[in-house]
Structures are given as C-alpha cells and as structure tokens.
C-alpha cells in the first residue's frame, strides 16, 4: 500500500507508534453480479480494494478514489456494508504500526477497463461469486457475504435485544 503525504509527515515526528486510521474497503460489482478484486503486491494475496481516507475527504469519495487509482474501474458507492475497527494492529516490514477503522462501501462499477492502474497490486480482475480466488483474504470474503445481503449496515459490538 502506497504511504500517503500526510502520514509521512505524521511518521517524521510520531515515529512507528501506533496510528488509527480511517480506511475504506470496496465491494464492487459489476453489472453481471462479479465482484472486483486485486492481487496484492505486498503478500501476494487476492482482496478487495480499499485504501487510507485523505484528511477531510468523505468516505464515499475514498472509495471511488482507491477502485479508479488501483484498478482502472470507475464506480459509484451504493450503501454503507459495515464499519468496524480492526481487532489488532499490523505492523509493517518497515516497523510501523497501524490499527484500521474500516468502511466499508457496497458499490457498483459505472466504466473503465480493469486492469493494474498502480503498484499496490500484481493483477485485477473481475470474479464469478462462485469461482473466488483461493488466495482470498477472510477480511475480503465476509465482507463480500455482507454486501451481497440486503440487511442493513453491521456494526461490531452492538447487541440486538
């Protein structure tokens, strides 16, 4: 994942403590009911597409942002999956630490070509819900369960009743 301008500048003087962070994961489908996907350059892992919101910038924006700057598909966020923060931090090969607090967008593909648009992913391409990657992370495969339901958003650590 490409290290965005304002964490460098937050790393100068926080060095590689922990950040929380604001992310946004992308299930994007296209109009044959695929669902986009990306192999990643760092572990080589097929997921879904997402990426670090900008300061200020909304998060439906960052979505559209990160499917168009990762695969070349412009697309538009059609409701809100889940939000969840990630249960442990991960610790990068350079030693910085970063915990997630995800959003994740159920969203549709409008155009574009899929393809690799950037170097945070080795391939792109489009999947037949039954002909999912091997590879495929469980952060990408329950999400992807989420967004195909038409229940409402899901929250982690809400009880019912």
């Not at 200020?56 to 990762?70: I, N």
């Not at 249960?87 to 549709?108: A, H, S, W």
């Amino acid at each position: 994942m490409a290290t965005p301008d304002f964490i460098r500048t937050l790393r100068a003087s926080a060095g590689q403590q922990l950040l929380f962070l604001p992310a946004v994961s992308a299930i994007v489908f296209d109009d044959d009911g695929r669902v986009l996907l990306a192999r990643r350059s760092d572990n080589g892992r097929w997921s879904i597409i997402g990426g670090i919101s900008e300061p200020g910038e909304q998060p439906a924006r960052t979505a559209v942002r990160e499917v168009y700057e990762e695969t070349a598909v412009h697309c538009v966020p059609e409701r809100l999956v889940l939000v969840q923060s990630q249960e442990k931090p991960i610790t990068y090969p350079n030693g910085d630490v970063c915990q997630f607090m995800d959003i994740c967008l159920r969203c549709r593909a409008v155009g574009g070509e899929a393809r690799v648009n950037d170097d945070e992913n080795l391939e792109v391409g489009w999947f037949d819900l039954d002909a999912l990657p091997d590879e495929l992370e469980e952060f990408a495969t329950s999400r992807i369960k989420m967004a195909l339901s038409e229940g409402p958003a899901w929250f982690e650590g809400i009880d019912e009743g």
